[in-house]
């Protein structure tokens, strides 16, 4: 066993450690944002519109009645289009966050994926993130897919590719994570470019 003296140098050095690896993380989250900003098809003024549109959306779906207590919505904006995912245990509820995206400022188009259902359990959430780094790590590999050029939403193992992609980007991409094990849809909400 330790002595106290010993428990303690060795606490703070791992709290050092722990720390210092925190901020690797962020250094290098900071830098792949900004990659992924300077290489996007979209101008600055898009992206800051998208991210301002996703909030709107979100704070719009959020003020539905019993939205927050019985469903599990999440909102996408890429381009001016939305994509809603997630579940919701009535039609009404769909038709009404749907509506609710649609009235924001703004929105060019909405996709609505919105399953009918009770929300999805924390261990479909945890497999769709590995589901999401298992799909990132295989395009970022992959040449003939700009990674940075596309959001990938997993949602209940299935994948939707959002994005302003070529014809055999897309082809690309759609054929990459449908041949990721787990995954059982993939959803193209993207558009074409030349």
Known sequence: MLSKGRQLAFLVLFASVLQSGCALVAVGTVGTAATASATDRRTVGTQIDDKTTQSRVRSAINDIPLV?????????????????TGQAPTQEMIRRVEQAAVATNNVVKVHNQVRLGQPIPATSTMNDVWLSSKLKTIMISDESIPLFKLDLVVEDSEVFIMGLLTKPEAAAAVEAARNVNGVTKVIRVMELVE
């Open 68 to 84: 927050k207590d019985e469903a599990a919505i999440s909102v996408d904006v890429y381009n001016g289009q939305v994509l809603l």
